[in-house]
């Protein structure tokens, strides 16, 4: 028999908690684009080949629409920023055969959103915006010409000129911009210069290559490495380690610097000892903050907590998922499938709630009922029919329903 391979990030309803922070503000699929913008989040929602931006304030509430266009290509992911009145979005289109083509917008914090950049198509010799970022009322790419990891950074004041960043990392921050070299050996330095004269300030060499980067206007950088540590310096001087992090998960947070670690979310305050933060996942996505916020994407939903938030079991009431189980084993696909799942994060009365397969889009079997203690682990039996294993076994994906949506993470 096939092994049933799945990856879980189930949305649950549990029973309300008496703590409300972080607050959840809206169901979001991985590849949305999100950003903080003062008082409100701006975030993307995509169908197709249709992209609506939409605003919801920071405190909560209902959420309106200030763009929406459609692209050329179905939409594969997007990245938005944001700062003062101005917004931007870089639209990565992809078909199946793996063409990628994409296309920069930018607007308003209340409409007036257009194309900021022709569409362009890999290996046509356009340039691909990638990557976008909006600094002091300018906007900035970074645009692949020949290689989707050979970039060239790009700012538009109005105008597009190249800057003579080629880069895994380049951000921007007032006069200031920080950037590694265009390859992977050598990508553990840290260059910080005035992009606008050209004169750079210093070099920071990291223990192992940047997997991100973060820059503030006054020159405070914080990276991460690929050994999966997060550091903190200035211009040309020795990076000091704050503590662990995953990939490409940090960010600053005003005077805080805001990361994750094994599932959860710190904060590093200045001078002081790392905080633990939000709340337990293991679907973290990107996260991002500003001066009083960190936002971040976990588990289907984007949450937002204060600098001040203590760190909770749940996250609070609203329009997501209370809590999160994590898939930890399975076994042989057969008439009674087993599944291991453990409870990541929930109020004291743990995780409650039901899982179904689906092959390819279809359902499979009946919805299976689960109670899981908080953070324990408990093992799930699906019974399944003669004919539901003749159709998972010829399924080219094998999903998993929990009420938040079917998850097709590999093949049947």
Known sequence: MRRLLVVLALA????????????????????????????RVLFTQSAGRRVTVRSIPVAGGPARTIASFTVREPVDSVELSAQ???????????????TYSSQLFAGGLDGGWSAASPWAKFWTG????????????????????????????????????????????????????????????????????????GAELGRTTLPSPAAQIALAADGRVVATDEAGSAYAFTAGQPAQRLGPADGRLVALAGAHVAAAHAGRLW???????????????????????????????ANGCLLVAALGDAPVNEPGPGPCARSEV???????????????????????????????????????????????????????????????????????????????????????
């Open 12 to 39: 649950l309803v549990c029973a309300p908690a008496a703590q409300a922070a972080p607050r959840p503000l809206t169901k979001l699929a991985p590849d949305e684009g999100f950003a903080l913008a003062g008082d």
């Open 84 to 98: 003062g009145d101005r917004a931007a979005a870089v639209v990565l289109m992809r078909r199946p055969e793996d």
């Open 126 to 197: 356009g340039s691909l915006p990638v990557g976008v970022q909006v600094d002091s009322g300018l906007l900035f790419t970074q645009e692949a010409r020949e290689d989707m990891t050979d970039v060239t950074a790009v700012v538009r004041d109005p105008a597009a000129r190249d800057l003579p960043y080629r880069s895994f990392h380049t951000r921007f921050a007032g006069d200031l911009v920080a950037y590694t070299t265009q390859t992977l050996e050598t990508s553990r330095e840290v260059m910080v210069a005035n992009w606008r004269t």
């Open 267 to 297: 904060l590093a305050p200045p001078g002081g000892a790392l905080q633990p933060f939000g709340v337990r996942t293991k679907g973290l996505g990107r996260l991002t903050g500003d001066a009083q916020h960190v936002l971040w994407q």
């Open 326 to 412: 994590e898939l930890i084993g399975t076994g042989d696909l057969g008439r009674r499938t087993r599944l291991t799942l453990r409870c990541v994060a929930s109020p004291r009365t743990g995780c409650r709630g039901s899982v179904r397969l689906y092959a390819d889009a279809r359902a499979v079997g009946r919805k299976t009922a689960f109670r899981i203690p908080a953070r324990g682990t408990r093992a799930v039996t699906l019974a399944l029919s003669t004919r539901d294993l003749a159709r998972l076994e010829r399924a080219e994906s094998i999903g998993v329903d929990t009420g938040a949506g079917v998850e097709y993470p590999g093949a049947g």
